[in-house]
């Protein structure tokens, strides 16, 4: 069994042949979905989903490009959903920033002041948090780190810095086709220094499609993909690498039915 724990199923690229993509990733071993939002614009199609199919569950947040349209009160509409099982996806992405310096301080700043009001946020429904990290890896670790005795999550698409290792008390690796790019160099040598009760598996499904099928869709069923992946290099078989993972998404996302 394989639980896709971050696809975002709720994307138009879907619209139009959903069912024949659940029924691909279950015949691939896929059971269990979780669709974290990332735009409040379609918070609300991943709640319909989840309410329409059993194996699809939901996270209410923000994407930090997202920043400007946060609002917490929307968010609590969806939160005490049983079908609601995390916070995110929320964090830190600098990769887009504005080049003014003066712009660019204003939307750092902006970003963190989400980003915390979701831990907060977390804190107060005792749900984990999908983390998202990019080019803000120092900023993000001393935020989570201030926190680290009260919350727990998955780093989205692990960005194999070393640092991020350090919150492995408190948090999983979220592993995903870049681990079959082959580019990816660094996420290839760190792998190995995951606690292997920390690993999940994830598909960002519409985006980051593992090789050989990059430049298309991703979708759920190609979590076999990165499942095969990670058996490679933790020296397992496919068959442990998804017991492990299945394993730890239902001891992170632990009100998973």
Known sequence: MIIDT??????????????????????????????????????KRAF??????????FAVGVHPYDAKAYNREFLERFIKDKKCVAVGECG????????????????????KEIFIDQIELSIKYNL??????????????????????????VLHCYNANPMLLDLS??????????????????LVEIYPKIPQN???IETDAPY?????????????SYTKIIASKMAEL???????????????????FDNMA
């Open 48 to 57: 319909v989903l989840s309410q329409k199919y059993d194996s699809i569950y």
């Open 92 to 111: 830190l992405d600098y990769y887009r920033l504005p080049k003014e310096k003066d712009k660019k301080e204003k939307e750092k700043e902006l970003q």
């Open 198 to 200: 920390r690993l999940l």
């Open 6 to 43: 971050h696809c975002h199923l709720d994307d138009s690229r879907y619209k139009d042949d959903l069912d024949e993509v659940l029924k691909r990733a279950k015949e691939s071993g896929v059971e269990k979905f979780i669709i974290p939002a990332a735009d409040p614009a379609t918070l």
């Open 128 to 153: 984990p948090l999908i983390v998202h990290i990019r080019e803000a890896s120092k900023d993000s670790f001393d935020i989570l780190n201030s926190y680290k005795d009260k919350i727990r999550g």
């Open 234 to 252: 933790s020296h397992l078989s496919i068959e442990e690498i998804e017991d492990i993972t299945t394993k730890n998404a239902f001891k992170l």
């Open 169 to 186: 008390d408190n948090f999983y690796y979220g592993i995903g086709g870049v681990l079959t790019f082959k580019n990816a160099k660094k």
């Open 208 to 220: 980051l499609t593992p090789h050989p099928y990059r430049g298309k869709r991703n979708e759920p």
